[in-house]
């Protein structure tokens, strides 16, 4: 079964301090990994797209990266803006473009 | 400023009601997808669509839910009857089908069951 797992579910930081957020994939054929954003009462909002191993994308303070088995979005320098909770997701959920969204995490950045 | 627009963006209602859902897609996009978002089970994909036909409906409970797409600036999403575990915000997506995996989302209907 094609799962997306994220770690960690929760994670306060200083405003400030960077970290890194984790998306681990077992989807057969990946098609693409996609990274979004949602803030509370809204949809997700999409941020990135990687495709292959090595791949790298770039977006103000954050950074996706792709393995062959994970992603992760490394936020540099964070501001109170930046929280919000963060998606990964990958092709695989119910046909050829349905898409497979692990739980996320939710972000928090203390001023 | 094209986006996905839902209504109605709160329905509460009572356990055994028909609650209808809709969507309008932003113009020119030729995928439109049905999601659920809960606490416990996250987003969850329902049915979608591809140029109006329906693709895959293998997410949604088959005796309660129904999916549509009337024309192309419409989808609806129906409950009948809905259930207290039909709480949840019921989210509409659409894509160009051109770069697979960026969707846009509609802000979502919050739907309570009593």
């Known amino acids: 079964e094609d799962q997306v797992t994220q770690s960690p579910e929760a994670l306060r930081l200083q405003e400030g301090e960077s970290s890194s957020l984790n998306c681990s994939y077992t989807?057969?054929?990946?098609?693409?990994l996609f990274w979004y954003r949602q803030d509370p009462g809204k949809g997700p909002e999409f941020l990135f797209t990687?495709?292959?191993a090595g791949e790298e994308k770039e977006k103000e303070r954050l950074k996706a990266t792709l393995t062959k088995k994970e992603s992760f979005l490394h936020i540099t320098a964070p501001k109170p803006e930046d929280s919000a909770t963060y998606l990964c997701?990958?092709?695989?959920?119910?046909?050829?473009?349905?898409?497979?969204f692990g739980k996320g995490t939710h972000l928090i950045i203390q001023p | 400023d094209a986006r996905v627009t839902q209504t109605p963006r709160h329905k509460v209602t009572e356990m055994g009601q028909e609650v209808t859902m809709r969507c309008q897609p932003i113009?020119?996009?030729?995928?439109v997808f049905w999601y659920r978002q809960t606490m416990m089970q996250g987003l969850e994909l329902l049915a979608y669509?591809?140029?109006?036909?329906?693709?895959?409906d293998s997410g949604m409970p088959k005796d309660r839910f129904s999916a549509e797409m009337p024309d192309a600036t419409l989808a609806t999403l129906k409950i009948q009857p809905s259930e207290p575990r039909d709480s949840a915000v019921y989210f509409c997506?659409?894509?160009?089908?051109?770069?697979?995996?960026?969707?846009?989302f509609g802000e979502g209907s919050r739907l309570t069951v009593l």
């Open positions: 997506a659409s894509g160009s089908g051109q770069v697979t995996g960026e969707l846009f």
């Open positions: 989807v057969s054929g990946l098609r693409g």
């Open positions: 990687l495709y292959s």
């Open positions: 997701a990958a092709p695989g959920g119910g046909g050829a473009d349905g898409l497979t």
């Open positions: 113009l020119g996009h030729n995928t």
């Open positions: 669509f591809r140029n109006r036909a329906p693709l895959d």
